[in-house]
């Protein structure tokens, strides 16, 4: 058998071979019309492993008639890059597949980039990290698309499980293998969308398979003992990861129980239990917070422990604070209060602090008019600990109200006494 890998003989070698993406080499696609009108754009390839970003790269190189040249931007230096502008020199155009674009250094590009701008260097690059925060604003702007490619759906990873099956040029077609479609489904569920994993695991489990009679007789066991974490991705601190963590939290916050405990387990394949444990923190005090102000004391008690066990019991504190969080009310008043106390300040909503509000713990304070505060504990009132009507805000601002009560939980009773306060206020300012 041949000794590259299956995943690479089976790459595709035009676009009419490309399984899934349809959204963006479909047959009714502006790409797929340029191409196949021998016109390639550059362009930016950006989504998770095994979505096929290197396959559509190939394929249009198979589709287009122009010299092609892969380089990895983790291993290319300027010499690699150089070689490529005297190839575009002398040919007039080249195609560039440019894998891990994000990690091209500054001096790779000054090389570059004149040529990708007049349109003799055809730029093709491809990333895991979202290019908006991970690829240089130079090559971005030479880029006239960036395609976001998604996983691929089970039945998409069965049907290129199939055709490696059956080719029996570049697959495994040759070989009498008896694989019933519940054990292919299963390889395809197993992947999560990942073509190269999916056919990795094909490749492996044909080689763990016994063969008798010409037969390589493929057993249950066999896909289940290979496919254990074969489906977890995200490299901490990548942009899968923090994917992984907005929806985590934006599932917290819509109370979904089960999807906030997958992408709890996802996050915690990952290894990074710090960021995990800080982002259930923020959560707690930013989507629960005066609604259910334990909530928080919880949360920080999960995550201490969490840390002190380590992984894998872990998870379990965690799960805790996660179902917990779920099941709460929930109330984003106080950031929402804070955020809209800042912003005002941004947008130069600031004023004098008033005199019987500052500093006078020392000799000479009555004499800079430091003076008229009154002390809200001499005056005490109802069930608010003492309460005095006096100005707290500068003058130019005293009308200004940051937080606004969310009716839930917990926050229902201070949302009463936050309202009877300024009852309060507006009938001793009414009466003055």
Same mark, same amino acid.
């Given at each position: ?183 292919? %489904? ?9 073509a190269r994993k999916a056919l990795n695991l094909l490749e492996s489990v044909f080689y763990a398979s016994d063969e008798m009679d010409g037969i390589v007789k493929v ?206 206020? %507006? ?6």
């Open positions: 058998m041949n000794n590259e890998p299956l995943a690479y003989r089976m790459r595709p070698r035009n676009l009419d071979e490309i399984i899934g993406q349809q959204h963006i080499v479909g047959k009714d696609t502006a790409l797929y019309k340029m191409v196949q009108n021998g016109y390639v754009p550059s362009m930016i390839l950006y989504g998770e492993p095994g979505t096929g970003k290197t396959s559509i790269a190939f394929a249009i190189a198979g589709s287009a008639n122009l010299p092609f040249f892969p380089l990895n931007a983790t291993i290319a230096g300027k010499k690699d890059v150089e070689q490529i502008v005297s190839e575009a020199r002398l040919s007039g155009k080249v195609l560039l597949f440019l894998d891990e674009i994000h990690r091209f250094n500054k001096l790779q590009q000054d090389t570059l980039l004149p040529h990708v701008e007049n349109g003799s260097i055809i730029l093709i690059g491809a990333t895991t990290e979202n290019p908006f925060h991970d690829v240089n604003p130079a090559i971005r702007s030479r880029c006239g698309e960036i395609f976001q490619l998604k996983r691929l759906t089970p039945e998409e990873v069965a049907q290129l499980l199939k055709r490696a099956l059956t080719d029996e040029e570049r697959g495994l077609g040759k070989y009498n293998i008896e694989m019933n479609e519940e054990q292919l %489904n299963n390889i395809a569920i197993a992947s999560n969308g990942d057993e249950d066991r066999t896909i289940t003992q290979l496919s254990e974490r074969i489906g977890v991705y995200g490299d901490k601190g990548g942009s899968h990861f923090y994917n992984l963590l907005s929806a985590l939290q934006k599932s917290v916050r819509g109370s979904d129980v089960n999807a906030s405990l997958y992408y709890l387990a996802n996050l915690l394949e990952t290894g990074d239990l710090i960021a995990v444990c800080r982002r259930l923190l923020v959560m707690a005090y930013e989507d629960i917070g005066l609604a259910n102000p334990k909530v928080g004391a919880h949360v920080y008690a999960a995550t201490e422990a969490a840390k002190v066990l380590g992984l894998p019991e872990a998870r379990i504190p965690l799960a805790n604070a996660v179902i917990e969080m779920c099941l709460s009310e929930k109330s984003n008043s106080a950031i929402s209060a804070i955020d809209g106390a800042i912003q005002a300040i941004h947008e130069g909503k600031t004023g004098e602090i008033p005199m019987h509000l500052r500093d006078a713990h020392y000799a000479g304070a009555k004499s800079l008019g430091h003076v008229g505060y009154k002390y809200p504990h001499d005056y005490p009132i109802g069930t608010f600990g003492g309460w005095v009507n006096q100005q707290y805000l500068p003058d130019n601002l005293q009308d200004m109200e940051f937080y606004q009560p969310v009716i839930a939980g917990e926050e229902k009773r201070m949302a009463n006494i936050y309202e009877k306060l300024k009852s309060l206020k %507006n009938r001793n300012n009414h009466n003055v």
